[in-house]
């Protein structure tokens, strides 16, 4: 990070922008210059506002009731913004990725909202990958540890929550984009359910299942943010049913101190899972990895079929390979997936009979550094992050410490996105 600055609340930069809005663009401005060196810039940001701009954003919805006028954000490019080329991490030439002539969904909402947004935010090429690296506009750091990733693909968003530029930014979570950057980067987030009306006119990775959310640095605002774009949150009048599985009861390996401070965070907001729920948790579990690797895989070539081989040079070479095996698996292959997704989501839909919740780790280890960010990596990752993502279930992720400075996290999995869970939990 180029330079310290201090990370202010909604409440902060709204107090702001209702005392003096040219003060609060000139102040966003300011962190935009300031907050990371010249080549981190890169490898966050794609095209940040202007500063007339952005004084003049500030001034329109100075004066307004709108709910979150003078709250400040990044936008991930893979939603569209009216008339504004997107890029989704790659170095396409002009045109060849479609454009919209309105907003998506979601920064259509939080513009009338009274939000200002400060710019796009880079990302692992076409959302393809969990660690930040993208080889045409830099790799993206954690901003506190720049040896260390900031996780991805939502890299730009939670290294620009994790700066201190922004209190909030919109990401996707296909197979924990959301959720491992947040991790890492030590930030409250939230995915949405796999269908949600916000992500329905994204740009794709796979399109059953990909998900809206965002990043906060405190669970207060995470909170304001649910209130306005998720409908109000069901009632009930009893604390919510939930347990956990960690990664003994998963018998996944995790380092050690990971596995301690997960435990205890766990033991906060819920019980261990019986030796029923666990055995069940695990048999459906099993493999889930590379069931969602098959099918995420194969919805991917659909999308990116017009343009695999036709612009295959300009493809980061591991995610062409990516999304390329999407043509190759075989019908055996195809089946055994969709039998594992079916056994996963029986198995939620079992699980949500008795319980409200089931939290789960979401990384066995803190950010990595780039000579870790290994396949063997991804696979650990992406067995503890695609059950949720297989079942299409809204999941709060929370920063768990640990004692070095680093940090990681655990997913908190409901069924609904109106779920009671969410603000009980962010309220405790």
């Not at 594992?340 to 550094?369: E, H, K």
């Given at each position: 990070?180029?330079?310290e600055?201090p990370?202010w609340s909604?409440g902060e930069?709204?107090?702001?922008?209702?005392?003096?809005?040219?003060d609060?663009?000139?102040e966003?401005?300011?962190r935009?210059?300031v907050?990371?060196?010249?080549?981190?810039?890169?490898?966050?940001?794609?095209?940040?506002?202007?500063?007339a701009?952005?004084v003049?954003?500030f001034?329109?919805?100075?004066?307004?009731?709108?709910?979150?006028?003078?709250?400040?954000?990044?936008?991930?490019?893979?939603?569209?913004?009216a008339?504004?080329?997107?890029r989704?991490?790659?170095?396409?030439p002009?045109?060849?990725?479609?454009?919209?002539?309105?907003?998506?969904k979601?920064?259509h909402?939080?513009?009338?909202?009274?939000?200002i947004?400060?710019?796009?935010?880079?990302?692992?090429?076409?959302?393809?990958?969990?660690?930040?690296?993208?080889p045409?506009?830099?790799?993206?750091?954690?901003?506190?540890?720049?040896?260390?990733t900031s996780?991805?693909s939502?890299?730009?968003?939670?290294?620009?929550?994790a700066?201190?530029?922004?209190?909030?930014?919109?990401?996707?979570?296909?197979?924990?984009s959301?959720?491992?950057?947040?991790?890492?980067?030590?930030?409250y987030?939230?995915?949405?359910?796999a269908?949600?009306?916000?992500?329905?006119d994204?740009?794709?990775?796979?399109r059953?299942?990909?998900?809206?959310?965002?990043?906060?640095?405190?669970?207060q605002?995470?909170?304001?943010?649910m209130?306005?774009?998720?409908?109000?949150p069901?009632?009930?009048?009893?604390?919510p049913?939930?347990?956990?599985?960690?990664?003994g009861?998963?018998e996944?390996?995790?380092?050690?101190?990971?596995?301690?401070?997960?435990?205890?965070?766990m033991?906060?907001c819920?019980?261990?899972?019986?030796?029923?729920?666990?055995?069940?948790?695990?048999?459906?579990?099993?493999?889930?990895?590379?069931?969602?690797?098959?099918?995420?895989?194969?919805e991917?070539?659909?999308v990116h079929?017009?343009?695999?081989?036709?612009y295959?040079?300009l493809?980061d070479?591991?995610?062409?390979?990516?999304?390329?095996?999407g043509?190759?698996w075989t019908?055996?292959q195809?089946?055994?997936?969709?039998v594992?997704?079916?056994?996963?989501?029986n198995?939620w839909?079992?699980?949500?009979?008795?319980?409200?919740?089931?939290?789960?780790p979401?990384?066995?280890?803190?950010?990595?550094?780039?000579?870790?960010?290994?396949?063997?990596?991804r696979?650990?990752l992406l067995?503890?992050?695609?059950?949720a993502?297989?079942?299409g279930?809204p999941?709060?992720?929370?920063?768990v410490?640990?004692?070095n400075?680093?940090?990681t996290?655990?997913?908190?999995?409901?069924n609904?996105p109106?779920s009671?869970?969410?603000p009980?939990v962010?309220?405790?």
């Amino acid at each position: 990070m180029a330079s310290e600055i201090p990370p202010w609340s909604f409440g902060e930069w709204q107090a702001l922008a209702a005392k003096n809005p040219a003060d609060a663009g000139r102040e966003l401005f300011r962190r935009l210059s300031v907050a990371f060196t010249p080549e981190q810039r890169r490898a966050v940001l794609l095209d940040p506002r202007s500063e007339a701009d952005l004084v003049a954003a500030f001034e329109r919805v100075a004066n307004t009731i709108a709910p979150l006028a003078g709250v400040p954000y990044v936008l991930k490019d893979l939603f569209y913004t009216a008339h504004e080329p997107l890029r989704a991490g790659s170095v396409f030439p002009p045109g060849a990725l479609p454009t919209q002539p309105r907003d998506s969904k979601l920064p259509h909402a939080l513009r009338g909202f009274g939000a200002i947004l400060a710019g796009k935010s880079q990302l692992h090429e076409f959302a393809y990958g969990l660690t930040g690296e993208n080889p045409h506009f830099g790799h993206c750091e954690h901003p506190h540890f720049p040896d260390r990733t900031s996780g991805g693909s939502s890299s730009g968003s939670a290294a620009a929550v994790a700066s201190g530029l922004v209190p909030f930014a919109a990401g996707t979570d296909t197979g924990g984009s959301i959720r491992v950057p947040a991790a890492f980067c030590g930030l409250y987030g939230y995915r949405t359910s796999a269908g949600h009306a916000l992500i329905a006119d994204a740009f794709p990775l796979a399109r059953s299942y990909d998900t809206a959310g965002w990043f906060t640095r405190n669970p207060q605002d995470l909170l304001t943010l649910m209130r306005f774009l998720i409908a109000r949150p069901a009632t009930t009048d009893r604390s919510p049913r939930g347990c956990f599985a960690d990664f003994g009861m998963l018998e996944m390996p995790a380092e050690p101190e990971v596995s301690s401070a997960v435990r205890s965070a766990m033991e906060r907001c819920a019980f261990p899972a019986d030796q029923d729920t666990q055995e069940q948790l695990r048999h459906a579990f099993t493999g889930c990895g590379g069931s969602y690797g098959v099918l995420q895989s194969i919805e991917a070539y659909e999308v990116h079929a017009p343009w695999l081989d036709v612009y295959r040079p300009l493809y980061d070479p591991a995610v062409w390979a990516r999304i390329d095996r999407g043509r190759r698996w075989t019908p055996e292959q195809r089946q055994a997936a969709a039998v594992r997704q079916t056994i996963v989501r029986n198995t939620w839909a079992s699980f949500f009979l008795t319980y409200d919740y089931l939290v789960l780790p979401i990384a066995p280890f803190p950010a990595l550094r780039k000579s870790e960010c290994t396949q063997e990596n991804r696979e650990r990752l992406l067995a503890l992050n695609t059950p949720a993502s297989l079942g299409g279930l809204p999941v709060l992720t929370v920063p768990v410490p640990l004692e070095n400075g680093l940090s990681t996290g655990i997913q908190i999995v409901v069924n609904d996105p109106n779920s009671p869970v969410i603000p009980w939990v962010l309220k405790r």
